[in-house]
């Protein structure tokens, strides 16, 4: 079992950055992955990126070279930084924890980004 909570979203402007913060509690296994997704209105949810334990990384093409993922393990957090925001980034972001067959969600937090 597994809690995620998310924080850091808000209203920016095009061209500006946001940091994402995720902390887990409960049983995490060494082995897990955490990452990020997505959901705007009216559009199929996005994988934004990945991180496992030892650190290695994935990231959406739409993100790549703007967002960048992070992880604590010693706080069991994980880290979204956004750099260059675009309006399209606008969306509900969710963390996520993967762990075996189990994937479990944070509430989400909303990130708006204006023109």
């Known amino acids: 079992q597994a809690q995620l909570v998310e924080s850091g979203g808000g209203l920016v402007q095009a061209g500006g950055s946001l940091r994402l913060s995720c902390t887990a509690s409960g049983n995490i296994f060494s082995s897990s992955v955490m990452g990020w997704n997505r959901r705007a209105p009216g559009k199929q949810r996005e994988l934004v990126a990945t991180?496992?334990?030892?650190?290695?990384?994935t990231y959406a093409d739409s993100v790549k070279g703007r967002f960048s993922i992070s992880r604590d393990n010693a706080k069991n957090t994980v880290y979204l930084q956004m750099n260059a925001l675009k309006p399209e980034d606008t969306a509900v972001y969710y963390c996520?924890?993967?762990?075996?067959?189990?994937?479990?969600w944070g509430q989400g937090t909303q990130v708006t980004v204006s023109s």
């Open positions: 991180i496992t334990s030892d650190g290695t990384t």
């Open positions: 996520t924890l993967q762990q075996k067959i189990t994937t479990y």
